[in-house]
C-alpha cells in the first residue's frame, strides 16, 4: 500500500503494516509531517508541532519492531494532542493569548500514558480559546476550516483535534468535551467522537474550563480505534480527586456481540422537533438499521432537557469564571507592559489576554455566583441538574443505549453564528446533557447532507457502560459503512 493511502487509514491498519515491515514507524511519522506541510495550512488545525517528541517516539517503535518485542495496539500510530493538555517542555496555550508562551513543566496523565504505550504525538491542536466555543472561531491565533468544505467550521471546541483526523494529518486524537466538544466537531467532520463517564478519564494536565463537566476523550476514524485509545487513556489516577476508582477493561473485547435484546431508546424531545430534514431523515435510517440487527427500539422522554441550555451555562460560566482567575499575570502567561500598580496589572493583563468569548463566560459566571445572585441562579441550576441525572436514571431504566442526532444541523459556514452567542449555544442543545448527567456519549457519522457534509448521530449509555455504547456504535457503523465516503477527505 502506498503511504500516502496509508495515513488515511484506520490504525488497525497502520499497525499491520507496521509489523509487516512494509513501513517503518518513522516513515509513518514523516509522511504525517509532509502532509501537514501540504494541508494544514489552509486548515488550521494546528498550534504547534513537536517532530522531535514525535521522531524519538518512532525510532522506539522501530527497534522494538526489530528485536520482535509486544507493542501496544496503537504504538507508532500519530496522534494529534488538543492544546488544553500538557504536553512537558512544549507549547500548551489553550489556544489564548494569555498562555502564548506557556511551556509545560509536566505531563498530563493522559499524556504520560500516550508515552509509555509509544504513541507519538505529533503536534498540539488549535481549539476554540480555553475550550469555549462550538465553531473554533474563537482561537487567538487562526480558525480551523472544515477538511470536508473549507468554508464551513468543524465545530468546537475540539475543532483542531476533529480537523487533523478528518485531513489525515493525524491517524487519532484527543479532545476534551464539557458540553459536547468531542462530539460536536466528530459530527462536523465525519468522525467518531466519545466522551467516556465523568471521572473514567483523568482530568489531572486539563487546562480546565467548568470542572464538574470537563472529560478527555478521544476523536477517531473507527469505533475500534476509540475503544484502543480509551483502552490507553482510562483508569484511577490519585492526582485526580474526581478520578473513579474502577477495574481496568478492554473496550474492544464487546464490539462485535450482536444486538439481539438490546433496548434503544430514541428521545422524544430531540428526535422530532427542529431538525433539518436530511438530519431527520438519517436518524430514521439509522433506527431502521438497529431494528434490522435486532435490538429493541423504545421511546424515550426526557422532559426537563429544555431547561438544559440555561442550566448548562450557568454552571459551566461559573466554573470557569473561577477557574480563570489564576491567570492574572503574577505567575505565567502573558503580562500587560508597564502597569501602574498591581491592579491596573491584573486588568490590563486579563483585558488583553482573554478574548471576547471568555470574557462573556467570566462576566456571565460572576454574575451568577455573586451574592445576592447565587440562591437564584447557581444554586437553582445545580438542582435542575439533579433532576435532569434523575431523568436519565429512569431512561435507563427503560432503554440501555439512547439515541439522537448530535447537533440538529451539518456544519454551518464560517462567521454565519459568530456575532450571535445565543444561536452558537443552541448547537450543543444535543451533547450538554450526558455531561450535565457524568454520563457516556459519542458521535458516530451516518451520511451525508445535499451539500456533503457530515451527518452524526449520537449514542448516549449510562455511567461506566463504555462498552456496551462501544458495542451499539461499532453495529451501526458496520451497517451504515460511512467510510466509503472517506474517499473525499483523500482529496483534501
Not at 326 to 331: A, E, I, P
Not at 430 to 450: E, H, S
Request: glycine residues 6%; hydrophobic residues 35%; contains cysteine.
Amino acid at each position: 500500500m502506498d503511504i500516502k493511502e496509508l495515513i488515511t487509514k484506520s490504525s488497525k491498519e497502520q499497525r499491520q503494516a507496521l509489523l509487516n515491515k512494509e513501513v517503518s514507524a518513522v516513515e509513518l511519522v514523516n509522511a504525517f509531517y509532509d502532509r501537514i506541510e501540504t494541508t494544514d495550512k489552509e486548515i488550521g488545525a494546528y498550534n504547534s508541532l513537536t517532530k522531535d517528541f514525535a521522531m524519538e517516539t518512532a525510532k522506539k517503535t522501530d527497534e522494538k519492531i526489530r528485536n520482535n518485542e509486544h507493542l501496544s495496539p496503537l504504538a507508532g500510530i500519530p496522534l494529534a494532542l488538543k492544546d488544553n493538555i500538557n504536553l512537558k517542555s512544549y507549547p500548551t496555550t489553550a489556544s489564548s493569548k494569555i498562555l502564548e508562551n506557556f511551556i509545560s513543566p509536566y505531563d498530563a496523565t493522559v499524556t504520560k500514558k500516550l508515552k509509555e504505550n509509544l504513541i507519538p504525538i505529533i503536534g498540539k491542536t488549535n481549539l476554540d480559546e480555553f475550550a469555549m466555543g462550538s465553531s473554533n472561531e474563537n482561537s487567538a491565533f487562526k480558525i480551523v476550516r472544515n477538511p470536508w468544505n473549507k468554508n464551513k467550521v468543524p465545530g468546537g471546541s475540539s475543532g483542531g483535534s476533529a480537523a487533523a483526523v478528518a485531513a489525515s494529518e493525524a491517524t487519532v486524537s484527543l479532545g476534551s468535551d464539557t458540553g459536547g466538544s468531542i462530539r460536536l466537531p466528530a459530527s462536523y467532520c465525519g468522525l467518531v467522537g466519545l466522551k467516556p463517564t465523568y471521572g473514567r478519564v483523568s482530568r489531572y494536565g486539563l487546562i480546565a474550563f467548568a470542572s464538574s463537566l470537563d472529560q478527555i476523550g478521544p476523536i477517531t476514524k473507527t469505533v475500534e480505534d476509540a475503544a484502543l485509545l480509551l483502552n490507553v487513556i482510562s483508569g484511577h489516577d490519585e492526582k485526580d480527586s474526581t478520578s473513579l476508582n474502577q477495574t481496568p477493561e478492554d473496550f474492544t473485547q464487546d464490539l462485535k456481540k450482536d444486538l439481539k435484546g438490546l433496548k434503544i431508546g430514541y428521545i422524544k424531545e430531540l428526535c422530532t422537533e427542529g431538525l433539518a430534514p436530511e438530519v431527520e431523515n438519517a436518524v430514521k435510517k439509522s433506527i431502521e438499521l438497529y431494528k434490522s440487527a435486532g435490538a429493541e427500539i423504545v421511546e424515550i422522554s426526557l422532559p426537563l432537557i429544555k431547561y438544559s441550555i440555561a442550566v448548562y451555562y450557568v454552571i459551566a460560566t461559573a466554573e470557569a469564571s473561577s477557574n480563570l482567575a489564576r491567570f492574572d499575570g503574577v505567575k505565567y502567561g502573558y503580562r500587560t507592559k508597564n502597569p501602574e500598580n498591581l491592579y491596573d496589572m491584573y486588568v490590563k493583563t486579563r483585558a488583553e489576554g482573554f478574548g471576547d468569548e471568555v470574557k462573556r463566560r467570566i462576566m456571565l459566571g460572576t454574575y451568577a455566583l455573586s451574592s445576592g445572585y447565587y440562591d437564584a441562579y447557581y444554586k437553582k441550576a445545580q438542582q435542575l441538574r439533579r433532576l435532569i441525572k434523575q431523568d436519565f436514571d429512569n431512561a435507563f431504566k427503560k432503554a440501555d443505549v439512547l439515541l439522537s442526532p448530535t447537533c440538529p444541523h451539518t456544519a454551518f459556514d464560517i462567521g454565519s453564528k459568530i456575532e450571535d452567542p445565543l444561536s452558537m449555544y443552541l448547537t450543543d442543545i444535543a451533547t450538554i446533557t450526558a455531561n450535565l448527567a457524568g454520563i457516556p456519549a459519542m458521535n458516530v457519522p451516518v451520511g451525508l447532507d445535499n451539500a456533503n457534509m457530515p451527518i452524526g448521530l449520537q449514542l448516549q449509555a449510562d455511567c461506566l457502560q463504555e462498552s456496551k455504547l462501544l458495542n451499539a456504535a461499532y453495529k451501526l457503523e458496520e451497517a451504515v459503512q460511512f467510510n466509503q465516503y472517506g474517499k473525499i477527505l483523500q482529496q483534501v
